[in-house]
C-alpha cells in the first residue's frame, strides 16, 4: 500500500516539476503574469530546464515501477527540499512573489509524503 502512495507522490511529483519547468520557457509572459518578473530570462529558463530534467527522472522511474528505489526518493525529497528552501527564504523576505510561499507547501507536503511512505525493516520483516 506504500508503495502505491509513493507511486502516486513521484508521478505527482514528475508532472508538477515538468509543467512549471517548461511554463516560463514556452511562455515567460503568463509565468512572470502568475510569479512576478524577472531580471534574468535565461536563469528562470535554467532553472525551468533543470525543474524538467527533475521531472523526467522521476516520471521514468514512475513508468519503471522504481519507486523504492533510495537514490529516486533521495532525488525528489532532495529536490523538493531545495524549491522549499528558496521559495520560503526569499518568499518571507519578500524578494520574490508570495506566491512562492504556495510552492513551498507543496513542496513540504511532497517531502511529508514521501518520507511517510518510507519502509522500515519492520516492513520488510513482514512481507
Same mark, same amino acid.
Request: hydrophobic residues 50%.
Given at each position: ?47 525551468? @530546464?533543470?525543474? !524538467?530534467?527533475?521531472?523526467?527522472? %522521476?516520471? +521514468?522511474?514512475? #513508468?519503471?515501477? *522504481?519507486?523504492? $528505489?533510495? /537514490? ?28 512562492? @510561499?504556495?510552492? !513551498?507547501?507543496?513542496?513540504?507536503? %511532497?517531502? +511529508?509524503?514521501? #518520507?511517510?511512505? *518510507?519502509?522500515? $525493516?519492520? /516492513?520488510?520483516?513482514?512481507?
Amino acid at each position: 500500500m506504500r508503495d502505491q502512495w509513493r507511486w502516486r507522490l513521484l508521478a505527482f511529483q514528475s508532472g508538477y516539476y515538468g509543467v512549471t519547468g517548461i511554463w516560463p520557457i514556452l511562455h515567460l509572459p503568463s509565468f512572470e503574469a502568475i510569479t512576478g518578473p524577472k531580471v534574468d530570462d535565461w536563469l528562470v529558463h535554467m532553472v525551468g @530546464l533543470l525543474a !524538467a530534467a527533475i521531472g523526467l527522472v %522521476l516520471g +521514468a522511474a514512475t #513508468l519503471r515501477n *522504481r519507486v523504492r $528505489s533510495p /537514490d529516486i526518493v533521495l532525488l525528489a525529497i532532495a529536490s523538493a527540499a531545495a524549491f522549499a528552501s528558496i521559495d520560503i527564504w526569499y518568499g518571507v523576505t519578500g524578494r520574490i512573489s508570495p506566491i512562492y @510561499l504556495a510552492d !513551498a507547501c507543496m513542496q513540504i507536503g %511532497l517531502i +511529508a509524503g514521501l #518520507l511517510f511512505t *518510507r519502509r522500515t $525493516s519492520s /516492513d520488510a520483516e513482514g512481507r
